[in-house]
């Protein structure tokens, strides 16, 4: 904090001026001066440093926050595209994953298909043989009577 401008010689002369004794406006502005020199008072050119001060904290502060929010923006940017990039892979496993799935399961219906033709034949097969049995049995006894 810088003092108060303070001219005891000036003072001294306008006490004396005013009627005052040399040796009483000595005492007075003494202790005039000793009273600026002891009170801690800010002056507008202190105020203006400070506030320049102030300032120049203020934008060394905006500019770290800034830093910050561009930092933590590619970071996040980053994460977003690495996930991206996870969840893509995951799609392609998955769709390869779902399209053997479905080459598995084709073959298994063939195969199917191939048991029931297999089985249809073999019944068919059968069934002719009782048929023609039966037809025989029929004419066995038509031929006895």
């Given at each position: 904090?810088?003092?108060?401008?303070?001219?005891?010689?000036e003072?001294?002369?306008?006490?004396?001026?005013?009627?005052?004794?040399?040796?009483?406006?000595?005492?007075?502005?003494?202790?005039?001066?000793?009273?600026?020199?002891?009170?801690?008072?800010?002056?507008?050119?202190?105020?203006?440093?400070?506030?320049k001060?102030?300032?120049?904290?203020?934008?060394?502060?905006?500019?770290?926050?800034a830093?910050?929010?561009?930092?933590?923006?590619?970071?996040?940017?980053?994460?977003?595209?690495?996930?991206?990039?996870?969840?893509?892979?995951?799609?392609?496993?998955l769709?390869?994953?779902?399209?053997?799935?479905?080459k598995?399961?084709?073959?298994?219906?063939?195969?199917?298909?191939?048991?029931?033709?297999?089985?249809?034949?073999?019944?068919?097969?059968?069934?002719?043989?009782?048929?023609?049995?039966i037809?025989?049995?029929?004419?066995?006894?038509?031929?006895?009577?």
């Amino acid at each position: 904090m810088g003092q108060v401008a303070f001219d005891t010689q000036e003072f001294v002369e306008t006490l004396e001026n005013a009627g005052l004794p040399k040796e009483q406006a000595k005492a007075i502005s003494i202790a005039v001066r000793k009273s600026h020199e002891v009170a801690d008072v800010a002056t507008k050119r202190d105020l203006e440093d400070v506030r320049k001060d102030m300032a120049a904290r203020f934008e060394k502060n905006e500019a770290q926050i800034a830093d910050v929010r561009k930092d933590l923006s590619a970071e996040m940017n980053l994460r977003f595209e690495k996930t991206d990039a996870q969840i893509a892979d995951v799609r392609k496993d998955l769709s390869a994953e779902i399209s053997n799935v479905r080459k598995d399961l084709s073959s298994d219906i063939a195969l199917v298909r191939k048991d029931v033709e297999a089985l249809t034949n073999s019944l068919l097969i059968k069934l002719s043989a009782v048929m023609l049995g039966i037809v025989s049995a029929a004419t066995a006894i038509l031929k006895f009577f």
